[in-house]
């Protein structure tokens, strides 16, 4: 959604505030594959009138759904960001003034006098995102042999410790003594 901040710019409110949902698109950064969201992404945005720039705050709440990274039960996860940018709206300040990487990197263009603020949050989220989920923080993860839930006890390897016996061949030559 563009923010139109006309009333903003001519001077008819110095502050103004916007509660919307958004779900990211193609023309905008999307989130992973793995990261399905269970409800639209909600934002809350207020910008605020300063002499030559607007002060946009902006904070989101994405509620999504993934994999766990060791035993691929489903993951649900709530994610709140927070971003700041401003909006230059003096084009004279655009001029000879020294800028450093930080300061074009929360720089938020305008176009006919609209802002989007999807595309900042949607960039804070990746950059909040793990690298990856856990069901909890000691899930034992899969048997690597059977393929059972470790955690649901159904493995009983561990217990039979039964050799493969595509395995038992390679351990017969590991024992062979050497020569
Ligand atoms: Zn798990
Ligand atoms: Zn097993």
Redesign the pocket.
């Known amino acids: 959604m563009r923010l139109d901040l006309t009333a903003l710019l001519e001077g008819r409110a110095s502050s103004q505030e916007w509660d919307f949902t958004y779900t990211p698109d193609a023309d905008g950064p999307l989130l992973p594959d793995d990261i399905r969201l269970t409800e639209p992404i909600a934002a809350h945005v207020a910008v605020t009138a300063h002499y030559g720039y607007l002060a946009l705050t902006a904070d989101a709440s994405c509620v999504y759904e993934t994999e766990?990274?060791?035993?691929?039960?489903v993951?649900s996860r709530t994610l709140t960001v927070h971003a700041e940018r401003i909006i230059e709206t003096d084009a004279a300040s655009g001029g000879g003034t020294q800028r450093d990487a930080d300061y074009e990197d929360n720089l938020l263009t305008m176009e006919n006098g609209t802002a989007d603020a999807q595309d900042c949050l949607t960039e804070e989220i990746l950059l909040n995102l793990p690298m990856y989920h856990?069901?909890?923080e000691d899930?034992p993860?899969l048997c690597p042999r059977c393929g059972k839930k470790r955690?649901e006890g159904g493995c009983t390897c561990d217990a039979k410790k039964e050799i493969d016996p595509r395995l038992a061949i390679l351990q017969k030559l590991l024992e062979k003594p050497e020569e």
């Open positions: 766990c990274a060791r035993c691929l039960d993951v856990l069901c909890r899930c993860g955690a």
